[in-house]
């Protein structure tokens, strides 16, 4: 009796969670993923995703489903040795002129020197919001967490969950988020040395390659978008929406002292501090509370 109970419980929630358009995926790269570009050298395989860049291709992959809100994470191992001109990206987008996009691309360097992590928001087709960083670790020894924590109140960028980068919604003071476009999850390699390694003036060196990504364990516990009803259900303040609660409307103390940390050291650029870059008219966010 207490085993059909439960199978009941298990049942109304399922039902509960579908007609809501929540999802919860806990699948590996091949369930979730698709191979998009290079096929013919790039791989999934279970819990792993390989991304291969020759002078031929580079390579790419897309979830197969769109989210709006939740937390999209994975596991890479970057490029090594001279990954000069090379860029990994991991991001989300919709699509079409007016896209939402929210990004870490990973810029290559040359032997010995330290990566760049590049972020981005897109708003309704407009970006201009960049920020960079250093790595307090080598990238390309290791598997590292990289993970997007979006929501209603705000966007997060963290690395082996350490925040390095905020975005708050003002929308209500007519600053524009990401909160009425499903996106998709894509990955790619590609080679960008017109401007990924110092301004493009290194190049990317053939000899080395082919250069390799590796990815896995790829999570996306996030609300399925289905249409524009979605915009609603997956914001609104519900239980199996956990990503409203106030938990993560804002940084906690110590996830605030790990973002301060980051910043003051290793932060390498910051669109809001280039006044040259818009004539000394940065954009209205930059003058709002971002955590």
């Given at each position: 009796m207490a085993a059909a109970s439960e199978k009941m419980v298990l049942a109304l929630l399922f039902i509960f969670f579908m007609a809501?358009?929540?999802?919860?995926?806990d699948a590996n790269f091949g369930k979730s993923m698709y191979l998009t570009w290079g096929t013919q050298h790039a791989s999934i395989q279970g819990e792993d995703l390989q991304l291969v860049l020759d002078q031929t291709s580079g390579s790419a992959a897309q979830t197969k489903i769109p989210f709006l809100f939740g937390s999209i994470e994975s596991k890479i191992k970057?490029?090594?040795?001279?990954?000069?001109?090379?860029?990994?990206?991991?991001y989300l987008s919709s699509t079409g002129s007016q896209h939402d996009e929210i990004d870490f691309e990973f810029l290559g360097n040359i032997s010995g020197q330290p990566?760049?992590?590049?972020?981005?928001?897109?708003?309704q087709g407009n970006g201009s919001k960049e920020q960079q960083f250093y790595l307090w670790f080598d990238p390309t020894a290791d598997f590292h967490n990289y993970t997007i924590h979006w929501n209603p109140t705000q966007v997060v960028w963290y690395i082996d969950s350490i925040?390095?980068?905020?975005?708050?919604?003002?929308?209500?003071?007519?600053?524009?988020?990401?909160?009425?476009?499903?996106?998709?999850?894509?990955?790619?390699?590609?080679?960008?040395?017109?401007?990924?390694?110092?301004?493009?003036?290194?190049k990317t060196n053939w000899t080395n390659a082919?250069?390799?990504?590796?990815?896995?364990r790829f999570r996306a516990r996030a609300c399925k978008w289905n249409g524009p009803i979605s915009i609603n259900n997956c914001a609104s303040n519900v239980p199996s929406n956990w990503?409203?609660?106030p938990i993560y409307k804002q940084l906690s103390y110590a996830q605030m002292g790990q973002l301060n940390w980051v910043r003051n050291n290793y932060m390498i650029y910051d669109y809001c501090k280039d006044t040259k870059r818009f004539n000394g008219q940065v954009p209205p966010e930059c003058f709002k509370t971002q955590f």
């Amino acid at each position: 009796m207490a085993a059909a109970s439960e199978k009941m419980v298990l049942a109304l929630l399922f039902i509960f969670f579908m007609a809501r358009g929540i999802i919860i995926v806990d699948a590996n790269f091949g369930k979730s993923m698709y191979l998009t570009w290079g096929t013919q050298h790039a791989s999934i395989q279970g819990e792993d995703l390989q991304l291969v860049l020759d002078q031929t291709s580079g390579s790419a992959a897309q979830t197969k489903i769109p989210f709006l809100f939740g937390s999209i994470e994975s596991k890479i191992k970057l490029v090594p040795n001279n990954s000069a001109g090379t860029v990994t990206a991991y991001y989300l987008s919709s699509t079409g002129s007016q896209h939402d996009e929210i990004d870490f691309e990973f810029l290559g360097n040359i032997s010995g020197q330290p990566y760049i992590v590049h972020t981005n928001i897109y708003t309704q087709g407009n970006g201009s919001k960049e920020q960079q960083f250093y790595l307090w670790f080598d990238p390309t020894a290791d598997f590292h967490n990289y993970t997007i924590h979006w929501n209603p109140t705000q966007v997060v960028w963290y690395i082996d969950s350490i925040p390095i980068r905020v975005f708050m919604n003002y929308e209500e003071e007519g600053i524009a988020y990401p909160n009425k476009q499903g996106m998709k999850v894509y990955t790619s390699l590609w080679n960008a040395d017109d401007w990924a390694t110092r301004g493009g003036l290194v190049k990317t060196n053939w000899t080395n390659a082919p250069f390799i990504a590796r990815l896995n364990r790829f999570r996306a516990r996030a609300c399925k978008w289905n249409g524009p009803i979605s915009i609603n259900n997956c914001a609104s303040n519900v239980p199996s929406n956990w990503w409203t609660s106030p938990i993560y409307k804002q940084l906690s103390y110590a996830q605030m002292g790990q973002l301060n940390w980051v910043r003051n050291n290793y932060m390498i650029y910051d669109y809001c501090k280039d006044t040259k870059r818009f004539n000394g008219q940065v954009p209205p966010e930059c003058f709002k509370t971002q955590f």
